[in-house]
């Protein structure tokens, strides 16, 4: 018998998006949805393809979110997702193809191509993007950070499944800003929380740094105006958590 699969989204307000991410997952077994408290239609929607939606509004980060919504799974094999991705025709075919051979002690990584302002981007250190999607729930699970929630897996052995997974993040330009500065606090937050502190050295350097690695080093520059983009505002929210860090030390201390 083929392993089941439980795909689990986290998601808050994503009545613009969700939708084409449902669609793409209607052969899995199960779809499981954690919503942070959602005004718009975002229920509306997710309810139309499954009857297993849970509401938490205590927000407690990504990681704490995703491990919820990973524990609400009936099966042991998960797939998450969030609610801006979509699976593609190509990766669908490959993870039915892996499920008569999931092999519980591997994790298995899925390569995610992100549509960012009107255009996929193919380099800026965003692709190739190879990120463990689908594990066995009763060996891994995610951590517990606030935000770049990663699953918990540095021993195990990774195997790529071919496809695409794409990633429709913000068409707004603004939109993805203001999330930025949203990740640069969280971050910020997390950082001080184990005490850590930064120069302001420091600040410049990983800030600068930050642009050549995204334009120059991973060749953001192939990637034209977008990749100019990319590359300042990854300057600009490594500058900001930096400085969101150093504040909280300073206004703390």
Known sequence: MKNKISVVIICKNEERIIRKCLD??????????????????????????????????????????????????????????????????EL???????????????VYRINRLTHFCGKFIYHSGWYPSRIVRLFNRKHYDFNDKLVHETVSCKSAEKVNIEGKLYHYTFDSLEEYIDKRNRYAKAWAKGKYEQGKKVSVLSIISHSLFAFIRHYIIQFGFLDGYHGYL????????????????????????
């Open 24 to 89: 793409s997952v209607t052969w899995a077994d199960e779809i499981v949805i954690v919503d942070s408290g959602s005004t718009d239609r975002t229920i509306e929607i997710v309810s139309e393809y499954t009857d297993k939606i849970f509401i938490n509004s205590d927000w407690q980060g990504f990681g704490y979110q995703k491990k919820l919504a990973v524990s609400k799974a009936s099966y042991d094999w998960v797939l998450s997702l969030d609610s801006d991705e979509v699976v593609s025709e």
């Open 92 to 106: 669908k075919a490959a993870l039915l193809t892996h499920l008569d051979s999931l092999d519980n002690e591997k």
């Open 230 to 253: 990319i590359a300042k505002i990854q300057m600009q929210y490594t500058f900001n958590k930096y400085n969101f860090l150093k504040f909280k030390n300073l206004t703390n201390s």
